[in-house]
């Protein structure tokens, strides 16, 4: 059976690929960063302690840090992968443009420590770069393998440094080396900061009664949003092909920041109304037509403007052109932006302890991907035992990160 060695593990995307990986019978070690509290609340649920379980484990973590080259050639020649999925990274745009060397340091350097590291070591893995549609920039939509880029933060430029760092070990060393250059893609346990999280989660806080508005930057920017289990498939796939190979994978759909607020609030029931242009943007409660209507009332402001949330450039489209995963991996996206609203906005509520609409979780069960383990997609019995389910650390977690929003709403972290 295969190895992979996965950096960012711990994020979004690396607890997918981490569950999906090990479904398919591989063995699976991932980076880590030392820190002072738990960092792995998105994997503990796979992780069996190796001491514990006798040589059964089959996912094994190892402290590391992409600033740290010595390490990762130590772990590349150690572990010996198969395949190195790199998807550690400074991964927010917003906060690129406050601090771009890190950035440069770790997005954009750290792809050729890793590289390097490959090199040095003899091993040949086949390796995959999570390469991003913020890379095309300011190219007009819709965006392709052979759309000029035209990067417009830190971040994009980083990762673009980055892609053409693996295109180029591809050329100069024969690595098998993959580019997916992917667009937005979200879920429940997207960073709780990036627009469509801090947009379901502030929707479950304020049915919660935990918080009455959410302040956001640009409404009209343009994403396509698509479901983060269906695109770190398409990562493994990209590897198993004969020949490396860029793809970008998206879902061929754009909607506004605009929209998914206007969509998550309209999946329970809350209409808004907009007043007031750019920074001064509000967006107001028009009409409740659901059982929420004693929580929020016509005429809560519940969205407001904030010029601190602008970007000094911003990215104002984003739509794939996905004909080539299409034709070449024979893929298509299943997850589109309405039910993606759904999911998220019905997982956020649970995590609230709150019933939710259930349209989402519905849709969610209806794809089988039964290797996904958490949150709770393998239980039967409808919603009633889902509110059973062992989510109480996630409620109490969500109560303290509510106590703690509140704070960081007032001071000067911009995300
Ligand atoms: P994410 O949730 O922000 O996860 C980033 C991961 O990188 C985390 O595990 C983080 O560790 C790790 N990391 C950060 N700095 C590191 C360092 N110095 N050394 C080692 N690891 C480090 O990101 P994601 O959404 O899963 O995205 C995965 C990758 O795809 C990223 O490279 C991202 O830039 C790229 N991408 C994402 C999207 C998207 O829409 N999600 C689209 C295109 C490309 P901690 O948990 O300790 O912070
Ligand atoms: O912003 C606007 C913001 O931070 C989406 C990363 O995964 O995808 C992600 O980058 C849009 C932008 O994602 C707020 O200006 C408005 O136009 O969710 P985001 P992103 O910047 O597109 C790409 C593909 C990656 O590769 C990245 O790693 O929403 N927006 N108001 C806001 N965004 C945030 N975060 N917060 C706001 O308050």
Request: charged letters at 20%; hydrophobic letters at 35%.
């Amino acid at each position: 059976m295969k190895t992979a060695l996965i950096t960012g593990i711990t994020g979004q995307d690396g607890s997918y690929l981490t569950e999906f990986l090990l479904a398919q019978g591989y063995t699976v070690h991932g980076i880590i960063r030392r820190s002072s509290v738990f960092n792995t609340n998105r994997i503990d649920h796979v992780y069996k302690d190796p001491n514990a379980v006798n040589g059964h484990a089959q996912l094994f973590l190892h402290y590391g840090d992409l600033s740290d080259p010595g390490l990762l050639t130590e772990l590349i020649y150690n572990i010996r992968p198969d395949e190195v999925y790199h998807l550690g990274a400074q991964s927010h745009v917003r906060v690129s443009f406050d601090m771009p060397e890190y950035t440069g340091n770790i997005t954009a350097m750290g792809t050729t420590r890793l590289l390097e590291a490959i090199r040095r070591s003899g091993v040949r893995p086949r390796f995959y770069q999570a390469s991003s549609s913020e890379m095309f920039g300011a190219a007009p939509p819709p965006q392709n393998e052979r759309t000029p880029f035209a990067p417009q933060s830190p971040y994009a430029v980083a990762k673009l440094y980055a892609y053409w760092m693996a295109c180029n070990y591809r050329d100069a060393y024969g690595l098998f080396a993959c580019n997916g250059i992917l667009f937005n893609h979200e879920s429940p346990r997207r960073g709780e900061t990036f627009l469509t999280r801090k947009v379901t989660r502030a929707l479950a806080f304020m049915l919660s009664g935990k918080q009455r508005t959410v302040y956001l930057g640009n409404l009209d920017a343009r994403r396509d949003w698509g479901y983060a289990p269906e695109y770190v498939q398409m990562m493994w796939l990209m590897l198993q092909q004969d020949q490396p190979d860029d793809y970008v994978v998206g879902t061929g759909q754009t909607h506004s920041v605009r929209e998914f607020v206007e969509d998550a609030f309209a999946y329970v029931g809350i209409e808004l109304e907009w007043r007031g242009a750019r920074e001064h943007e509000q967006g107001i409660v028009r009409s409740v037509a659901s059982r929420w209507d004693h929580v929020l009332r016509p005429g809560d402001v519940v969205v407001q403007v904030l010029p601190k949330y602008f970007r000094p450039t911003e990215v104002d489209v984003l739509q794939a052109d996905i004909t080539k995963v299409r034709q070449r991996l024979h893929w298509e996206p299943r997850v589109l932006y309405h039910d993606l609203v759904r999911i998220m906005v019905d997982y956020d509520l649970l995590f609230e302890g709150l019933e939710p609409p259930g349209e989402g979780i519905a849709v969610e069960q209806t794809l089988g991907y039964t290797w996904i383990q958490q949150p709770p997609y393998n239980v039967t019995g409808g919603l009633d035992s889902y509110q059973r389910m062992p989510i109480k650390a996630e409620r109490r977690l969500a109560s303290t990160v509510a106590e703690l929003l509140a704070q960081v709403e007032s001071d000067d972290l911009v995300e």
